[in-house]
């Protein structure tokens, strides 16, 4: 869950753990750490996707916005994968790995809001263009 770390930091990390501790944080990673980021991101997608082709048309460019929740999910995905080699590694070290890693991490945490904000908008939008009108005459 941390924004930023170094190689050091990652490393650090494992040698706390000790074995036990690092054969938990690789079924963390594999399992529940994999599975989330892949249904926020399916989820995410899907209901963009759902009212941009309803707010807009198919070939319109904003339609290619549907694919931020995908690319931070995916990016999610391969940060844990590559966190998992290099425990898996341990007490050696790939240190381009775990770079790669936080720039994953960045990836992640910068599309995510961006996409949380997109949704939220795209929602609130459809609803207004969707609102019912006033069954109370206007008096002029």
């Known amino acids: 869950l941390r924004a930023s770390f170094t190689p050091d930091d990652a490393y650090e990390l494992f040698t706390a753990l000790g074995p036990a501790g690092?054969?938990?944080?690789?079924?963390?990673?594999?399992?529940?750490?994999?599975?989330?980021?892949?249904?926020?991101a399916l989820t995410f997608a899907f209901i963009s996707a759902w009212f941009l082709v309803r707010l807009l048309p198919l070939d319109h460019r904003l339609?290619?916005?549907?694919?931020?929740?995908?690319?931070?999910?995916?990016?999610?995905?391969?940060?844990?994968?590559?966190?998992v080699i290099c425990n898996l590694v341990y007490p050696g070290r790939i240190d381009w790995l775990v770079q790669f890693?936080?720039?994953?991490?960045?990836?992640?945490?910068?599309?995510?809001?961006?996409?949380?904000v997109f949704l939220t908008i795209i929602v609130v939008v459809r609803f207004i263009r969707k609102r019912p009108a006033s069954n109370v005459p206007i008096v002029t």
């Open 63 to 83: 339609q290619w916005l549907s694919l931020i929740p995908l690319i931070s999910g995916l990016a999610d995905v391969i940060e844990n994968l590559s966190l």
């Open 22 to 40: 690092r054969r938990a944080y690789l079924f963390l990673h594999l399992v529940p750490d994999s599975i989330f980021p892949i249904g926020y």
């Open 101 to 116: 890693a936080h720039l994953l991490t960045k990836v992640k945490f910068g599309l995510l809001p961006i996409g949380l």
